[in-house]
């Protein structure tokens, strides 16, 4: 039992390239969240999916796009990549709406 | 979601019992009050959740006041593990619209265990 598995784990990018952060859990959970992180902050939510098929925006869902094919995997597309796109990506799961969620070691993004 | 008020930083000895303070006054009747962790930029983790009810579970006790306006997480035997950021965050448990997954993340309390 993995829980939720995120890569890659680091990642470079240069402005204006796109890039797929994957997520994947192995938990049955119906719902699945990304949420970014940035240096000394808290946790922003940018999309999230309540089930396949499902996904809606969260705070900040500017500059990304989800899909949500199957339950057990969550993709976050990331479209022309700015420095403002810096950041920790934390991909999380739960079963059902509860605030009991299951969280990814992360994806650290760098956008120069 | 209610707003939280946590201390931004608090100092434990190892081996001692480690008490975490969160202000919650415009809590809401049926939002539950959630415990995370967060140790050195990992994932957080689930830490423990309760509505009014005082909870244990085998990471720590919650006690929730009898106005449910604030609370404390208590670690009984703190170790260097345990150092982290700890988040307080209030919400509705089984949430529907838009508050799916809707934690609201502040800034929490670094907690920092000595040895």
Redesign the interface.
Known sequence: NAG?TQTPKFRILKIGQSMTLQCAQDMNHN?M?WYR?DPG?????IY?S?GAGIT?K??VPNGYNVSRSTTEDFPLRLELAAPSQTS?Y?C?S?Y???????????SRLTVL | DAKTTQPPSMDCAEGRAANLPCNHSTISGNEYVYWYRQIHSQGPQYIIHGLKNNETNEMASLIITEDRKSSTLILPHATLRDTAVYYCIVRVHNAGGTSYGKLTFGQGTILTVHP
Do not use: C, N
């Open positions: 939720v719902y969240y992180q902050m808290g946790l922003k939510l999230y309540v809606d969260g705070e920790v934390f999380a739960s059902g709406g509860t605030g009991e969620l299951f969280f990814g070691e992360g």
